[in-house]
């Protein structure tokens, strides 16, 4: 899905209402899944909550997480849940897009993707998500990951 906006406006709402029964069925499998893969940390996310396209504006709802709900995925009578992730087409130059496989640290290791990753919620609570957060983000996110330092204005939503 595609869409032709000029700017992506945030707007932080309260996180998901889960069941008891749920958050402790994420504890657990969490709690499975740390063992098993020892790098992998429960550091901030931002969950959206929805978008919606208002012309020429996309607008999140987004809400403040940690990485275990990313186990909601795995559990049957959870509601969805999904992160806001940036990522970078970088080109080479001969044209190609430049991807790479996710480090064993990962949720996901071994898999393709783009540069890129969760984005994290702004200290302190209060403050708001901007475009210039999410250039800011990826070009964090592109650095990191490949070694490739770019501006965050240089980079294009």
Request: glycine letters at 6%.
């Amino acid at each position: 899905m595609l869409f032709d906006v000029l700017d992506v406006r945030f707007d932080e709402i309260p996180g998901p209402a889960l069941s008891l029964e749920v958050l402790a069925a994420v504890d657990r499998v969490w709690d499975e899944m740390v063992p098993a893969n020892p790098t992998l940390f429960d550091g901030p996310v931002v969950l959206c909550s929805d978008f919606r396209q208002i012309s020429p504006h996309l607008e999140v709802s987004w809400s403040r997480a940690t990485y275990r709900y990313r186990t909601v995925r795995q559990i049957r009578a959870a509601p969805a849940l999904s992160s806001v992730f940036v990522c970078v087409l970088q080109p080479a130059l001969d044209g190609r897009l430049l991807v790479g496989h996710m480090s064993a640290s990962t949720s996901s290791p071994g898999v393709i993707q783009f540069p890129g990753g969760n984005l994290e919620p702004p200290p302190p609570p209060g403050q708001e998500i901007t475009t210039t957060a999410l250039r800011r983000h990826a070009a964090a996110e592109l650095t990191e990951e490949t070694g490739i330092a770019a501006a965050p204005d240089e980079l294009t939503l």
